[in-house]
């Protein structure tokens, strides 16, 4: 059984930083592409990163770039989001998802298989 366990989401004034994790278990996880998606309050689930198996290959909604950083460490299972310069506007449950096949970089909800539970992220202004 698949399962996706986001961390390390909280309050964090604007302009600060954090950094979300997602543990994975119960696959083989390095030949998993791995995003991020966030959903914020009364709106539409959206991408915010993607990463590749190898991690060699990121892409990133615009709204995002430059502030944050994909990354993977197979050996740990596990795929970080480093995010910098909040804003309020970043505010949201974030939730982490994997692609059973295929590596690549996937920016669409529906091209993933597993999904975690979310963590959720508050800016305050």
């Known amino acids: 059984q698949v399962q996706l366990v986001e961390s390390g989401g909280g309050l964090v004034q604007a302009g600060g930083s954090l950094r979300l994790s997602c543990a994975a278990s119960?696959?083989?996880?390095?030949?998993?592409?791995m995003g991020w998606f966030r959903r914020a309050p009364g709106k539409e689930r959206e991408f915010v990163a993607a990463t590749s198996c190898s991690g060699g290959n990121t892409y990133y909604a615009d709204s995002v770039k430059g502030r944050f950083t994909i990354s993977r460490d197979n050996a740990k299972n596990t795929v970080y989001l480093q995010m910098n310069s909040l804003k309020p506007e970043d505010t949201a449950v974030y939730y982490c998802?994997?692609?059973?096949?295929?590596?690549?970089?996937?920016?669409?909800?529906?091209?993933?298989?597993?999904w975690g539970q979310g963590t959720q992220v508050t800016v305050s202004s």
């Open positions: 998802a994997a692609r059973s096949d295929s590596c690549g970089t996937y920016l669409r909800s529906w091209d993933y298989d597993y």
């Open positions: 119960g696959r083989t996880f390095s030949s998993d592409p």
